[in-house]
């Protein structure tokens, strides 16, 4: 067994694994903030601009 190549091995495997999981939560937030975005915007023309306002004050207590 080559102790330096598995030891090299696993960190880069570790390095690739934090990366991944990384551009998956940016990959949900942005899709997330995507999705209140165009709802809020649907919303608006629904019901006024003064519904997003509200909505904030609501959602952030």
Given at each position: ?61
């Amino acid at each position: 067994m080559n102790y330096y190549n598995e030891i090299k091995k696993n960190l880069i495997d570790n390095e690739i694994n934090r990366k991944v999981k990384s551009y998956s939560t940016n990959k949900s937030d942005l899709n997330t903030y995507y999705n209140v975005g165009k709802l809020l915007l649907e919303a608006g023309n629904q019901y006024g601009e003064s519904i997003i306002k509200e909505y904030s004050l609501r959602l952030t207590e």
